[in-house]
């Protein structure tokens, strides 16, 4: 970036803060240039962003305070979770979440790369017919009860902030990117 | 009449059953019964005046169009998805009621009025759009497949097009060009991935790639003309050219700007597909070249002469470079003619004039894209990745014509 177009883009943003007038650039054939700046929409405040910004990274960016443990959640999976996934998260009739032989489908302890993935998606998702109605305590004590039911994290583990990114998954080390690129080799 | 399992029979369908019950000559009183002042109407007919047209005066002029009652389209659907019927359509646009789709936790009711996306993340200004600010950003319009890459059943010989690849569609798509909208917001140089999230209740998430954000990711309001319907993301959604289509992020409610992936269930747990020597390939993102005659294939009864075989191809990667037809069960090949215009990431009709001897034959389709990638045969699909199936799995499909004319899937 060239120091005009630093100053040219500081200009346009500042404007748009103080919320005066457009910037579209007049251009011949009413094209707009790829630097317009339209000042559609409006400024996200803090709390547009913390109503929705529940995302967790696999370096445990995200992650909320507080913690849990396997024997918490195991009274939570058998009241909101074995319906679907069974009393040991084997039976089903939904997706199989506990098994540590590779051969028994995509189970979190054969499958899934990262541990901060099973928070993520039972905090965003789960219980399928009541998503997103469960407490981060509960989130991480089902995430200790799966992680511990899967042999991945020792018996009695408390999973907090710092803990949980930290577990290694055993799937990970099968995980390779795709390079294809197109071209005539079949992979 | 059929029915789709699981639905109750809507009004029209009742008549319509109810009209196969007086014969087919009655179609056009029921049809008329739908119409305004059509009571009165359907009163005066008798079943002579209904065979000829001409001897009535036709319905007025309506608000909204409808199919012909003899026209019987309908989508596939199960618990998470509705697959569109390949074998029924014609050109390359599906009718955007027909267009498949893919559910993680249902369809949301979404009023526009109340529905907002937030970016934010590694920008300079994090900012709040709604469908109104959208539509005032320059607009783009362009023709793209979508196609879920768990698009691959077999195990049957009685399986239509519709139910081995009918999770992909096309339309014309319209809305902002995403690059509009990162230029709006200052997007960090040191950004490499972005978050897209949805409204729906399983508040679907994918990463994706920033250079797809600058090349050709769009966010879209409309469909073949009209809004985007509430199965494909209504009041708008991301579309993602090319990807699989579970990127294309519908219900959009969040773009977050990150310097690192999220490795989120859909991008890990789910969308990877096991491939050889127990490893698991992921972020497999491009839509492999495909193709698929869709006439004549089950369950439609053939005559021996003239038969124009019929089908669609597309690519990920960009344009379909060469369709090839054989009708000796790939033993030989012949060169499809494409029917224009050859877009980039879209379906792509192809035909090709034959003469059936009414032996027993098998036909085939393959696509070369213009990488010079060239659509797998089953057996060679099958022994490259280890799998006899699962995500990505785009290999040549066969049809079998059998002497009394029936079309059957070739198997394996």
Same mark, same amino acid.
């Given at each position: 970036?060239?120091?005009?177009?630093?100053?040219?883009?500081?200009?346009?943003?500042?404007?748009?803060?103080?919320?005066?007038?457009?910037?579209?650039?007049?251009?011949?054939?009413?094209?707009?240039?790829?630097?317009?700046?339209?000042?559609?929409?409006?400024?996200?405040?803090?709390?547009?962003?913390?109503?929705?910004?529940?995302?967790? $990274?696999?370096?445990?960016?995200?992650?909320?305070?507080?913690?849990?443990?396997?024997?918490?959640?195991?009274?939570?999976?058998?009241?909101?979770?074995?319906?679907?996934?069974?009393?040991?998260?084997?039976?089903?009739?939904?997706?199989?979440?506990?098994?540590?032989?590779?051969?028994?489908?995509?189970?979190?302890?054969?499958?899934?790369?990262?541990?901060?993935?099973?928070?993520?998606?039972?905090? $965003?998702?789960?219980?399928?017919?009541?998503?997103?109605?469960?407490?981060?305590?509960?989130?991480?004590?089902?995430?200790?009860?799966?992680?511990?039911?899967?042999?991945?994290?020792?018996?009695?583990?408390?999973?907090?902030?710092?803990?949980?990114?930290?577990?290694?998954?055993?799937?990970?080390?099968?995980?390779?990117?795709?390079?294809?690129?197109?071209?005539?080799?079949?992979? | 009449?059929?029915?789709?399992?699981?639905?109750?029979?809507?009004?029209?369908?009742?008549?319509?059953?109810?009209?196969?019950?007086?014969?087919?000559?009655?179609?056009?009183?029921?049809?008329?019964?739908?119409?305004?002042?059509?009571?009165?109407?359907?009163?005066?007919?008798?079943?002579?005046?209904?065979?000829?047209?001409?001897?009535?005066?036709?319905?007025?002029?309506?608000?909204?169009?409808?199919?012909?009652?003899?026209?019987?389209?309908?989508?596939?659907?199960?618990?998470?998805?509705?697959?569109?019927?390949?074998?029924?359509?014609?050109?390359?646009?599906?009718?955007?009621?027909?267009?498949?789709?893919?559910?993680?936790?249902?369809?949301?009711?979404?009023?526009?009025?109340?529905?907002?996306?937030?970016?934010?993340?590694?920008?300079?200004?994090?900012?709040?759009?709604?469908?109104?600010?959208?539509?005032?950003?320059?607009?783009?319009?362009?023709?793209?497949?979508?196609?879920?890459?768990?698009?691959?059943?077999?195990?049957?010989?009685?399986?239509?097009?519709?139910?081995?690849?009918?999770?992909?569609?096309?339309?014309?798509?319209?809305?902002?060009?995403?690059?509009?909208?990162?230029?709006?917001?200052?997007?960090?140089?040191?950004?490499?991935?972005?978050?897209?999230?949805?409204?729906?209740?399983?508040?679907?998430?994918?990463?994706?790639?920033?250079?797809?954000?600058?090349?050709?990711?769009?966010?879209?309001?409309?469909?073949?003309?009209?809004?985007?319907?509430?199965?494909?993301?209504?009041?708008? $959604?991301?579309?993602?050219?090319?990807?699989?289509?579970?990127?294309?992020?519908?219900?959009?409610?969040?773009?977050?700007?990150?310097?690192?992936?999220?490795?989120?269930?859909?991008?890990?747990?789910?969308?990877?597909?096991?491939?050889?020597?127990?490893?698991?390939?992921?972020?497999?993102?491009?839509?492999?070249?495909?193709?698929?005659?869709?006439?004549?294939?089950?369950?439609?009864?053939?005559?021996?002469?003239?038969?124009?075989?019929?089908?669609?191809?597309?690519?990920?990667?960009?344009?379909?470079?060469?369709?090839?037809?054989?009708?000796?069960?790939?033993?030989?090949?012949?060169?499809?003619?494409?029917?224009?215009?050859?877009?980039?990431?879209?379906?792509?009709?192809?035909?090709?004039?034959?003469?059936?001897?009414?032996?027993?034959?098998?036909?085939?389709?393959?696509?070369?894209?213009?990488?010079?990638?060239?659509?797998?045969?089953?057996?060679?699909?099958?022994?490259?990745?280890?799998?006899?199936?699962?995500?990505?799995?785009?290999?040549?499909?066969?049809?079998?014509?059998?002497?009394?004319? $029936?079309?059957?899937?070739?198997?394996?």
């Amino acid at each position: 970036m060239n120091a005009v177009f630093k100053i040219t883009l500081s200009i346009l943003i500042l404007g748009w803060a103080s919320g005066f007038g457009s910037f579209s650039k007049p251009s011949s054939g009413g094209v707009f240039t790829s630097d317009t700046i339209f000042n559609f929409g409006r400024l996200a405040t803090p709390a547009d962003i913390q109503r929705w910004d529940i995302d967790i $990274r696999p370096d445990g960016k995200g992650l909320p305070k507080g913690s849990g443990t396997a024997q918490k959640g195991k009274s939570i999976f058998a009241q909101k979770c074995a319906a679907c996934h069974g009393v040991t998260g084997v039976e089903g009739p939904n997706d199989r979440l506990v098994s540590t032989d590779s051969s028994q489908g995509k189970a979190i302890g054969n499958y899934w790369p990262y541990a901060t993935t099973v928070f993520d998606y039972i905090r $965003r998702a789960m219980p399928f017919n009541q998503p997103g109605t469960l407490t981060d305590e509960e989130v991480y004590s089902l995430t200790a009860f799966l992680l511990e039911a899967n042999r991945v994290i020792k018996p009695g583990t408390e999973l907090n902030a710092q803990t949980l990114p930290a577990v290694q998954m055993p799937a990970l080390k099968r995980y390779i990117l795709d390079d294809r690129r197109g071209g005539p080799i079949i992979r | 009449m059929k029915v789709i399992p699981g639905e109750k029979p809507t009004l029209l369908q009742t008549k319509v059953s109810r009209r196969k019950l007086l014969g087919g000559a009655a179609a056009a009183a029921v049809v008329l019964a739908e119409a305004p002042f059509a009571s009165a109407v359907q009163a005066a007919v008798t079943q002579a005046e209904l065979t000829d047209p001409t001897k009535i005066p036709g319905v007025p002029p309506g608000q909204v169009g409808t199919r012909s009652a003899f026209e019987k389209l309908v989508k596939k659907p199960s618990d998470i998805s509705s697959r569109t019927p390949l074998q029924d359509l014609f050109g390359t646009i599906t009718p955007s009621d027909l267009h498949f789709e893919r559910n993680h936790n249902g369809v949301p009711a979404i009023d526009p009025a109340k529905h907002e996306l937030v970016i934010h993340g590694m920008v300079e200004k994090s900012l709040v759009l709604t469908l109104a600010d959208l539509k005032r950003f320059p607009s783009v319009s362009r023709i793209c497949f979508l196609e879920c890459s768990g698009n691959f059943r077999s195990g049957s010989e009685k399986l239509s097009p519709q139910d081995i690849c009918g999770l992909t569609s096309q339309s014309e798509w319209t809305g902002v060009m995403l690059s509009t909208i990162f230029r709006q917001v200052g997007v960090n140089p040191k950004a490499t991935w972005f978050l897209a999230e949805g409204s729906d209740a399983a508040v679907m998430t994918r990463s994706i790639p920033i250079q797809k954000g600058w090349d050709d990711a769009m966010i879209v309001y409309a469909q073949n003309g009209e809004a985007i319907r509430p199965e494909q993301g209504y009041p708008f $959604r991301l579309f993602l050219p090319g990807y699989e289509g579970n990127m294309s992020i519908k219900w959009l409610r969040r773009i977050e700007l990150s310097d690192a992936p999220y490795m989120t269930r859909e991008e890990t747990s789910k969308y990877t597909e096991p491939v050889k020597d127990g490893k698991i390939r992921y972020f497999s993102f491009d839509i492999d070249a495909r193709s698929i005659i869709t006439f004549p294939a089950y369950p439609a009864q053939v005559q021996k002469g003239w038969i124009e075989i019929r089908g669609i191809a597309w690519s990920g990667r960009g344009k379909v470079q060469q369709v090839e037809i054989s009708t000796d069960a790939g033993k030989s090949w012949n060169p499809a003619q494409l029917s224009g215009p050859v877009l980039d990431k879209a379906h792509t009709g192809f035909r090709y004039l034959w003469q059936w001897d009414g032996r027993e034959t098998e036909i085939q389709s393959r696509v070369t894209d213009e990488t010079g990638y060239q659509q797998p045969t089953y057996k060679a699909l099958a022994a490259a990745r280890g799998s006899k199936g699962g995500y990505h799995f785009n290999p040549i499909t066969g049809w079998v014509l059998k002497p009394d004319g $029936r079309v059957l899937l070739r198997n394996g």
